[in-house]
């Protein structure tokens, strides 16, 4: 985590989401929190492990409320929200994301509105690639922006693999993101979420800039 953040410190980027995808890295992460350089930042984020059982959801949300507290948003997968109580404490810290097709709910506008309904302080993660996945025409991706644009708080920028993995963007996935690119507002910061080797940092900058029309961050992982 502290590499990752060094490796970005050249680049000047004002956005970073620090990322803990699997639960046995929640709490090193969070235990590291106080010892990163983080003051450069205007936009910070943590995403929350990717999958985890009912019975570890109450230990998971009280360990990411601290994160919320300090106006930094959470991120979370709508399927690993079992039980909307133990999150309603978030309010608008907690950022629900789209999913890929792997995924039973949270794919489509129709399948996110009941979570909304009922975390309705929540703010709303758009993962570009999850949505062209759904959809390649984009549509699905217009009709997410356009139901939940009052809450778009944070957008996740890469291309997904045949084993539904983050790829960097190739000019199928940066014409992608430019056909919605007019209705995410330019305060909305975006998260690279595509893996890149230190020499591949501002190729990987540069594309999303292309992409979206602005400066972009990296998600850095636990």
Request: proline share 7%.
């Amino acid at each position: 985590m502290r590499r990752a953040l060094r490796l970005l410190e050249p680049h000047a980027t004002e956005a970073v989401e620090l990322s803990a995808l699997r639960t046995h890295e929640l709490a090193p992460l969070l235990g590291v929190i106080p010892l990163l350089a983080l003051d450069g930042y205007a936009h910070i984020s943590v995403h929350a492990p990717s999958a985890f059982t009912a019975a570890e959801e109450p230990a998971i949300a009280a360990a990411l409320l601290p994160v919320a507290q300090r106006g930094w948003l959470v991120v979370v997968h709508p399927d690993t929200i079992r039980v909307p109580r133990l999150w309603a404490g978030f309010g608008d810290r907690l950022c629900i994301e789209n999913m890929d097709h792997r995924k039973p709910v949270g794919r489509t506008v129709q399948e996110l509105k009941p979570m909304f309904a009922r975390l309705p302080q929540a703010s709303f993660c758009f993962d570009v690639a999850h949505a062209r996945q759904c959809d390649p025409s984009m549509g699905e991706a217009f009709r997410l922006l356009d139901a939940f644009h009052d809450r778009l708080a944070e957008v996740h920028v890469s291309e997904l693999d045949a084993h539904s993995r983050h790829v960097r963007l190739s000019s199928a996935g940066v014409w992608a993101c430019q056909q919605v690119a007019e209705m995410i507002p330019l305060k909305v910061p975006v998260i690279i979420e595509a893996p890149v080797e230190p020499h591949e940092i501002e190729a990987e900058l540069e594309a999303s800039l292309e992409a979206l029309g602005r400066l972009a961050g990296f998600a850095c992982a636990a």
